[in-house]
């Protein structure tokens, strides 16, 4: 079994909030992260799979690449993220984001192969979720 990482790029709005607190109640638990502010983000997604042999490649990286690109960052990419309809419900920090992403992920992968998704919202916050059985 080989595991592959894609790495991609969005940018992004939002603001970290609890819709079930008051305003003040979000401002106490956030802090400066409950005002709106953005971020550069960096996705990684990690698949597995065996290699073929004839081509010798473990995963069809156009159908990574295309799945990523629909079913993410076309939904995310320079949005306000509390905005966007798939992440309703979700309190977008980074390990909000990286649940969401991999729920929004692996019915458009083969089965099984998706590994982990990395959510990457600044040099110092990494956040890496891989899935529920992990």
Avoid at 1 to 23: I, K, N
Avoid at 36 to 64: C, F, K, W
């Amino acid at each position: 079994m080989l595991e592959l990482t894609r790495v991609y790029h969005f940018s992004a709005g939002h603001r970290l909030a609890d819709p079930a607190l008051s305003d003040e109640a979000n401002e106490a638990l956030y802090g400066a992260c409950f005002r709106p502010h953005g971020h550069n983000y960096y996705l990684e997604v990690t698949v597995a799979g065996r290699p073929d042999p004839v081509t010798g490649m473990s995963v069809d990286l156009e159908q990574i690449d295309g799945a990523v690109r629909q079913r993410v960052l076309e939904r995310v990419d320079h949005r306000t993220l509390e905005e966007v309809p798939a992440l309703a419900g979700v309190v977008t920090t980074g390990e909000g984001l990286a649940r969401a992403f991999w729920r929004l992920l692996a019915p458009a992968v083969p089965a099984g192969a998706l590994r982990r998704v990395t959510v990457v919202e600044t040099a110092k916050n990494r956040f890496q979720y891989e899935g529920e059985a992990a």
